[in-house]
């Protein structure tokens, strides 16, 4: 059974860093796109940021390019995101994710849509907050 497993939130100021670790089990992703998804109270699920399965591309929207740098560790099955000078629109759930079938080609729009992606986990909080 796939499981993806996030790790690495938690309450810090802005400005502030914070790393967030997504653990997978049950098979490999190693030739996967992976990703990771933000949500805020009240507002819908938005693309934070995706890795190609070579490692060789990573995708950023505006709001965190610069700030945010995704990275993954195949041997060790794990996926991270880097968030460095939150803010407090950062604040939300961190979801990582991943596609269902291994060495996926697609266009830079498709890696930010919700539906190129077939696992998810359940979520880390990130507060942003004095």
């Known amino acids: 059974q796939v499981q993806f497993v996030e790790s690495g939130g938690g309450l810090v100021q802005p400005g502030g860093s914070l790393r967030l670790s997504c653990a997978a089990s049950g098979r490999t992703f190693s030739e996967n796109v992976m990703g990771w998804f933000r949500q805020a109270p009240g507002k819908e699920r938005e693309f934070v940021g995706a890795?190609?399965?070579?490692?060789?591309?990573?995708y950023y929207p505006d709001a965190v390019k610069g700030r945010f740098t995704i990275s993954r560790d195949n041997a060790k099955s794990t996926l991270f995101l880097q968030m460095d000078s939150l803010k407090p629109e950062d604040t939300g759930v961190y979801y990582c994710?991943?596609?269902?079938?291994?060495?996926?080609?697609?266009?830079?729009?498709?890696?930010?849509?919700?539906?190129?992606?077939?696992?998810w986990g359940q979520g880390t909080q990130v507060t942003v907050s004095s």
């Open positions: 890795i190609g399965w070579g490692a060789k591309y990573e």
């Open positions: 994710a991943a596609d269902r079938d291994p060495r996926r080609t697609y266009t830079i729009w498709d890696y930010a849509r919700q539906g190129t992606y077939y696992y």
